[in-house]
């Protein structure tokens, strides 16, 4: 059993950053490959990234490319999303989630996690 808590999320203008925190309870982090999902008002939840269990190995969706960074420190059993640069556009619900991984992929699909935070709200002004 894995719980997963986001913080971070907030009120920022156009071009700000913030940085998104996922806490992990239970054990063996370090077996889990994360995720960054977010959903827009209307919209379907989408991938944002992904990071490997070992850390090595992250992905991200075209439009974050550049502008956000996936990272994990599996000491203290906490995952982050770095945003810079941020557009309107990225308004959104952001959620992290946790899959049970023997190797060291990443997971770009929201059917293949089986666990989710509540999410945290992120609102970018104009």
């Known amino acids: 059993q894995v719980t997963l808590v986001e913080s971070g999320g907030g009120l920022v203008q156009a071009g700000d950053s913030l940085r998104l925190s996922c806490a992990s309870s239970?054990?063996?982090?370090?077996?889990?490959?994360m995720g960054w999902f977010r959903q827009a008002p209307g919209k379907e939840r989408e991938f944002v990234a992904t990071?490997?269990?070992?850390?090595?190995?992250?992905y991200y969706t075209d439009s974050v490319k550049g502008r956000f960074a996936i990272s994990r420190d599996n000491d203290k059993a906490m995952a982050y999303l770095q945003m810079d640069n941020l557009k309107p556009e990225d308004t959104a619900v952001y959620y992290c989630a946790a899959k049970l991984n023997g190797g060291d992929d990443y997971y770009t699909g929201i059917a293949e996690y089986r666990w989710w935070g509540q999410g945290t709200q992120v609102t970018v002004s104009s």
């Open positions: 239970g054990r063996s982090f370090v077996n889990y490959a």
């Open positions: 990071i490997s269990r070992s850390g090595r190995n992250t």
